[in-house]
């Protein structure tokens, strides 16, 4: 009896792209299917604009300087407009303008390359090269202590998304341009062919293509349907928030410190929380799987953070007085992967975006919208697909 009222409650869904994850990859995804005309099913194993991913929160950088592959350049430049633009659409404010500086070491070779780099692709995208203030002027700026030999970097270009809004706005655009969205439907099989059959506990899904953003939860996803991802490094972050000692005082710019270049710090000025300034380590503790999430013991990343800001900013109170918390999902060479299933072009897939793929979220979801059409893509991602890692079946 209990069996048969099971099987009648199931839902039997069918469209013409299933999008799999709806954090700000497969939200963005999906919009521009469903404004593309495609009937546009959104799944999500959790309640919508939940927290438990890696697009959870309130706030991400957004920035034209770029240490990594130089394909991000124009990548994140369109990236810049699209978020502009989605802020017009959705009649709420998603980018807050905040400069950005930059610190690197000197006396380090590897710091200095990345400074140089991110000078680069700002001179790229805006036709100017940066300006680079002398250590003592941004020890000013951003009321720190800096020693000597540190150089600072400037990027106009950059600001604060309020990410939450983000995720809302691409929600919100992506009914009203006639999307469905169904949550807590947790894909746990897919088939792939023609249709894709996605089957969960709450039923069945049959969609003539699949996109699929499945953020810290590509293994599982991925693997069973033989895609050779490589090993990808999952990480719990813990982002903390200070308080300045004096009200008002908080320096007013996106700062990241590449120093130290394996696990840079870098923080946001008070967008979410009045004088609350976001400084978090670029770096957390590393999961071997996803279920570990809960048995993470985050204190060792309190103590670091506590000592860097001890040491470099005396204008913070070296008491962090909020938590949150994020997962990374890393590639080997920290770049994110945007690609076709090796056998099957009707599903493709965007993993691997560790801690930068917030701000190219518009422009990866359009990407992975336009290949599971058959159309060509309006920007190259040829940088970041799979075979890179020479892994393709
Ligand atoms: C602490 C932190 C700080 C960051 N800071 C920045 C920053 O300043 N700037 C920046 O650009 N980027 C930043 N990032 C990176 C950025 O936030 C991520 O790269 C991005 O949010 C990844 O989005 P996603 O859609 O790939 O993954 P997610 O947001 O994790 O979405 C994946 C979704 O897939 C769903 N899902 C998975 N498996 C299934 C299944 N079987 N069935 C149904 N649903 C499923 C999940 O429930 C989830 O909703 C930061 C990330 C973190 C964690």
């Not at 400069?99 to 200095?112: A, I, K």
């Not at 003539?208 to 719990?236: I, M, S, T």
Request: proline share 6%; glycine share 8%; hydrophobic share 35%.
């Amino acid at each position: 009896m209990e069996a048969l009222k099971k099987q009648q409650q199931q839902q039997h869904m069918e469209c013409q792209v299933a999008v799999v994850g709806a954090g700000v990859m497969g939200l963005s995804a999906a919009l521009h299917l469903a404004r593309m005309g495609k009937d546009t099913l959104l799944v999500d194993q959790f309640p919508r604009l939940h927290s438990n991913g890696s697009s959870g929160g309130r706030s991400r950088a957004i920035r034209q300087a770029n240490q990594g592959h130089p394909a991000l350049t124009s990548i994140m430049s369109a990236a810049r407009n699209a978020w502009k633009n989605l802020e017009v659409e959705g009649g709420t404010q998603l980018y807050v303008p905040k400069s950005m500086v930059t610190l690197g070491n000197s006396e380090d070779s590897f710091s200095m390359e990345q400074m140089h780099r991110c000078a680069v692709a700002i001179e790229e995208a805006t036709g100017e090269p940066p300006d680079w203030p002398s250590i003592d002027e941004a020890n000013h700026m951003l009321g720190s202590r800096f020693p000597s030999h540190y150089v600072a970097q400037m990027d106009t270009t950059a600001g604060v998304l309020r990410a939450d809004q983000c995720l809302k706005t691409l929600l919100k655009l992506f009914q009203s341009s006639g999307g469905r969205m169904v949550d807590n439907w947790d894909v746990k099989k897919i088939i792939p062919g023609k249709p894709v059959i996605l089957y969960g506990e709450k039923g069945t899904i049959i969609a003539d293509a699949v996109v699929l953003c499945p953020g810290v939860w590509a293994e599982k996803v991925l693997r069973p349907l033989q895609v050779n991802l490589p090993k990808l490094k999952l990480e719990r972050i813990c982002l903390e928030y200070w308080q300045t000692v004096e009200p008002d005082k908080a320096p007013p710019y996106v700062f990241i410190d590449l120093s130290n270049t394996s696990h840079p710090y870098y923080s946001l000025p008070p967008v979410e929380y009045p004088d609350l300034v976001k400084m978090v380590y670029h770096g957390g503790v590393v999961l071997n799987n996803v279920n570990e999430i809960e048995e993470v013991d985050l204190q060792s990343e309190r103590d670091r953070s506590r000592e860097y800001v001890k040491r470099f900013f005396p204008g913070l109170n070296p008491q962090s007085v909020r938590e949150e918390y994020c997962l990374y999902t890393t590639t080997p060479d920290k770049e994110f992967i945007v690609d076709y299933h090796p056998r099957h072009n009707n599903i493709v897939y965007g993993v691997g975006f560790s801690g930068m793929g917030f701000k190219v979220g518009p422009v990866v979801g359009q990407t992975l919208a336009e290949m599971v059409t058959g159309n060509p893509t309006s920007l190259d991602f040829s940088a970041f697909s799979l075979a890179r890692f020479g892994s393709k079946i």
